[in-house]
């Protein structure tokens, strides 16, 4: 007699998500608002160090954490931008930020363990949570509090099979920049319900109002894994290079899951991030003076027309409200009808159903002409008022 094994995968779940993006693929001149996918090409003195890696023989596999140079380059990179206190034995490269998240998660819990994640947040945090056997727990932003984490809330939703408390800042959909104290707040009571944290920080150099405060300057017993990447802030998401950066206690068990895994990010890739780390920084302030203007051109349109939404302290998105409607079949009518991809609230959290998220980091003309298109959608089906 067979014995039923448990199905992770069959458990996860980006359907409103996915069929989006699928949808939006198979239309001709669609206007992509829905992924996070920066505008800019990769810098052209990154692209020149990966030719030259590729024909100096970097095409091989590297140790499962990651060249050490490159660990040197971001644990010196990491010190000076926080005044933090690391080594290249704190730092793991992995196959993107997702890499990163995926095994510091499994390094950290055992099948059936809980993971406390924020509703709304990232999907795939849900999805990569189930897919290593966790069990994801919503713990509410609400936008009376700024939609930054409530220490009762969180505190409500602990068990004895809870180990992880997950926070973004700046953070995916929401935008929110997390003040210093508000970090030091979340530090301190993990350690207090000894729980490990993991912190996604992978949007740390899209900051347009405050200033980014990483959970590993308040982590004094070694329980904080910091998750950051490249790809958004060199525009190399297809390089899929990101890191974690844990205690020398924890970032050895994230190594070691490399090995099954991926064994190691590229090693073209992992030069092309030593090239970006070593050259010239002013891409990356040309790239967000970009994204600032597209914020602003979506708020001059949403404000005309009294819609309401989040303004992005941080990251490339923007949240917007589209009253008591299913976004999920929102957001799939509005792309038949409109070719214009958004991503559904439904896909952020159990709350979010109301809201939609549109990316700023496309084209000027192309954020304009698809929230006009919002506009004429919402006035057509009586869901904004005509002026």
């Not at 090239?275 to 979506?298: F, H, R, S, W």
């Amino acid at each position: 007699m067979s014995q039923e094994v448990p199905n992770s995968a069959e458990k996860v779940n980006t359907a409103a998500m996915g069929e989006i993006f699928e949808i939006s693929r198979q239309i001709k001149d669609v206007i992509r608002l829905e992924i996070g996918e920066p505008l800019f090409t990769t810098p052209e003195h990154i692209i020149d160090a990966a030719f030259k890696a590729a024909k100096d023989g970097h095409t091989k596999y590297t140790p499962n954490a990651g060249h050490f140079s490159l660990r040197e380059k971001i644990a010196a990179r990491l010190n000076n931008d926080y005044n933090l206190n690391l080594y290249p034995a704190n730092i793991v490269v992995t196959t993107g930020g997702l890499g990163a998240l995926a095994t510091s998660i499994k390094a950290l819990i055992e099948y059936g363990d809980e993971v406390l994640i924020p509703d709304p947040s990232w999907p795939v945090y849900e999805a990569v949570i189930t897919a290593v056997g966790g069990i994801p727990r919503y713990y509410q932003l609400k936008s009376e509090n700024d939609y930054l984490p409530s220490l009762t809330d969180i505190e409500e939703k602990i068990n004895s099979k809870t180990k992880i408390l997950l926070f973004n800042s700046p953070s995916n959909p929401l935008g929110v920049v997390f003040p210093a104290e508000k970090v030091k707040e979340l530090v301190a009571f993990a350690k207090e319900k000894n729980l490990y944290i993991i912190s996604d920080e992978v949007y740390e150099k899209l900051v347009y109002e405050g200033v980014h405060t990483p959970a590993l300057a308040f982590d004094t017993d070694q329980r904080v894994i910091g998750i950051y990447s490249f790809s958004k802030t060199y525009a190399m998401t297809g390089w899929r290079i990101g890191y974690a950066v844990a205690s020398e206690i924890i970032a050895p068990k994230i190594t070691k899951l490399q090995e099954p895994f991926t064994w190691c990010a590229s090693d073209i890739s992992q030069m092309a991030a030593e090239a970006a780390l070593d050259g010239p920084q002013d891409c990356v302030e040309t790239m967000k003076m970009v994204y600032q203007k597209n914020i602003e051109i979506a708020r001059n349109i949403l404000d005309t027309h009294n819609i309401k939404y989040q303004t992005p302290q941080g990251s490339m998105f923007m949240w917007i409200n589209i009253g008591p409607n299913n976004s999920g079949e929102f957001c799939k009518n509005f792309l038949l009808k409109h070719k214009v991809a958004t991503t559904p609230g439904v896909s952020f959290g159990p709350t979010a159903k109301g809201f939609l998220r549109i990316s700023l980091v496309s084209k000027p003309e192309d954020i304009e002409v698809g929230l006009k298109r919002l506009i004429t959608y919402l006035k057509r089906y009586s869901i904004l008022k005509e002026e």
